[in-house]
């Protein structure tokens, strides 16, 4: 079992389709954070929501935290091109001077135009 | 707005080499990280860095592995002598103090050790 699994592993949509990808992972958090990246690129920080919250928004993102359940949801709504990439989502453990991100494996979203 | 940046964006080396790589975080930032990314795997968490020294370590950072902050601005990484499964894209990651934990990542530099 291993922290972090996105599911599902690829995902295919037309643009203007809302896309949802989930995450679930086995230990305690102190928040969750969402990343994409482009093919080849660096990791660009999406949203992060905390293990108090149970939703957050930011533009067309939505994420949900179920912290009984173990699992995240990241909700991209009205989808464009310009979305395609992988999303990955990492745990966040510990505070302060600890905290390190643990990724899961990724998901792969295609939007076809 | 304020970005990580890393150099080079690649680096080849031969096996045995020495090799360091460098990072800008953002400037009020306090907190630092090092991840890796082999090819096709999970990104993965090397070390993190907080008041001139290593919070935290991962298995992969061995004796082969160090950090430092050299200036007010720099956060390297070095491998002291790589080896060919050293190649991966290595990342810089950096945040602000408490309450805030978004870590932002540099466009990460690609090590080929042949």
């Known amino acids: 079992s291993q922290q972090g699994e996105e599911d599902p592993q690829a995902l295919s949509i037309q643009e203007g389709e809302n896309a949802t990808m989930n995450c679930s992972y086995k230990t305690s958090i102190n928040n969750l954070q969402w990343y994409r990246q482009n093919s080849g690129r660096g990791l660009v920080h999406l949203i992060l929501?905390?293990?108090?919250?149970r939703e957050k928004h930011s533009g067309r993102l939505r994420v949900t935290l179920d912290t009984s359940k173990k699992s995240s949801s990241l909700l991209i709504t009205a989808s464009r091109a310009a979305d395609t990439a992988s999303y990955f989502c990492a745990t966040d453990p510990n505070t302060g001077a600890n905290s390190k991100l643990t990724f899961g494996k990724g998901i792969t979203l295609s939007v076809r135009p | 707005e304020p970005e990580v940046t890393q150099t080079p964006s690649h680096q080849v080396t031969q096996m045995g080499q020495e090799v360091i790589l460098r990072c800008v975080p953002i400037s009020n930032h306090l907190y630092f990280y090092w991840y890796r990314q082999i090819l096709g795997q999970k990104v993965e968490f090397l070390v993190s860095f907080y008041n001139n020294e290593i919070s935290e370590k991962s298995e992969i950072f061995d004796d082969q592995f160090s950090v430092e902050r050299p200036d007010g601005s720099n956060f390297t990484l070095k491998i002291r002598s790589t080896k060919l499964e050293d190649s991966a894209m290595y990342f810089c990651a950096s945040r602000r103090d408490r309450p805030n934990y978004e870590q932002y990542f540099g466009p990460g530099t690609r090590l080929t050790v042949t």
């Open positions: 929501i905390r293990s108090n919250e």
